[in-house]
Structure formats: structure tokens, C-alpha cells
């Protein structure tokens, strides 16, 4: 039911040689719906000027570009990325780490785990003594952060191989570690940084994104 490391075996590695990054054979309508989701999510914390959600929304949504990003030039570099989303297990695969409901969930992660966190959110845990505690922030992203690696754990167990890990040394436990914290992390505190860090974030993060997808798609390196 759950896989904890990639296995390095030859059917992963011809699945990921397999692996059709922007082709249309899958497409269905299901594509537009999802969008339509996301528009609405979007729009309705905008009317309700949520900003702080919003915010946390983009932040994760960015970092989670750069990384699959770098999965994609490792995948080119190496022959093999980090991680992989298989034909057979959606509709549309935008980089060879991430397909198109994939990418509107983690366009969502970010408002949701913000949410989750209590309305004040300077609040900190297992606080006694001395000890100041654990802040409610980096509490909720390690909470998030588990919870997604364990589902990434069943994608990557499933009979289709939805998700799919080739490199031993690559499984639940660096995912935890070096993806998701960074990803929670991000929607968790990047909201509250004062206004001038906290736009400088946003906009560096997304203009790095923007730069290198206009560069390194039409090289073919991604």
C-alpha cells in the first residue's frame, strides 16, 4: 500500500523513458474543471480580501515550480529525475515531475495549509518554563509536510505507478525533509513577513520562475 524508497528497477526507469511531457494524447475536459476550481478559490479570497491566504497560496506555488523545475534539468542532466509522473496516471504532464492536477492541488496547498493554522498565529506549543515552545507555523508545516509525503508514499505504491521514484537513495524521507517542509514553510510564514520582504519574496520567486520556463522549455532542456 506504501512505498518508502525508489526501488532502481528497469520498469521505473522505461516508464519514466516513456514519460510524453506536453502531449495532448491524454487531454480530457477534466483539465478545465479543475481550473475552474482553482479560479474560484482564487477569486473568492480576493473578493473577501483575504490577502494573507492569497499570499501563502502563491508562495508555495512558486516554490513548488522551482522545484520541479530542477527535477526536470536533473532529469536531463542525470537521464532519470528525482521523481516522475507516469502517462498513464493523468491527463495532461506539464515537466516530467509534475502533472496537471498535481500542479492545481499544489496551487491550492498553500491556502489551505494557511488556514489551517489557528487565527493567532503567534501562537506556540509545548510551551513550560524556559522553553518558549514551538511555533504554531512550523508545527502546521511539518504536520503538512508528513501528511503529504505519506500520500506521496501511496502514489508512488500504486499499480500504475501514478508516482515514480528510480534512485534508491530517494523516498519518503527526503521528500519530507528537503521538499515539503520548504514548500509549508514557505506558505506558512511568507504571509506575515513585513510588507517590502514579503513582495520581494513573491516577486523574485516568480520572476525566477517565469525566466526559467521561457528559457528552458523552447532549449528543450525541460
Known sequence: MFKFWGDGSETAK???????????????????????????????????????AVWAGLALYGVHWLYEIANAVIAKLSG???WAVSNGSTTFILLVGVCWELSMM????????FKMLP??????????????????????????????ALVESFLAATSNRSFIWVYPW??????????YIPFFLASNYVPDLPAKKRSAFLITEWALVAVLLAALIPLGII
Not at 499544489?106 to 495549509?113: D, E, H, N, R, V
Not at 487565527?119 to 504536520?143: E, N, P
Not at 530517494?170 to 521538499?179: R, S, Y
Request: aromatic share 18%; proline share 2%.
Open 80 to 82: 532519470y529525475p528525482l
Open 170 to 179: 530517494w523516498g519518503v524521507l527526503p521528500v519530507f525533509i528537503t521538499t
Open 119 to 148: 487565527d493567532d498565529r503567534s501562537k506556540r506549543y509545548f510551551a513550560k518554563g524556559k522553553f518558549k515552545g514551538i511555533s504554531c507555523r512550523l508545527t502546521g508545516a511539518v504536520g503538512m509536510a508528513l501528511l503529504f
Open 14 to 52: 522505461e516508464q519514466i523513458r516513456q514519460i510524453t511531457v506536453r502531449s495532448t494524447e491524454n487531454f480530457n475536459w477534466t483539465f478545465i474543471f479543475i481550473l475552474a476550481v482553482v479560479f474560484y478559490v482564487y477569486w473568492s479570497e480576493i473578493r473577501k480580501k483575504e490577502w494573507h
Open 106 to 113: 499544489f496551487s491550492l496547498a498553500g491556502i489551505i495549509s
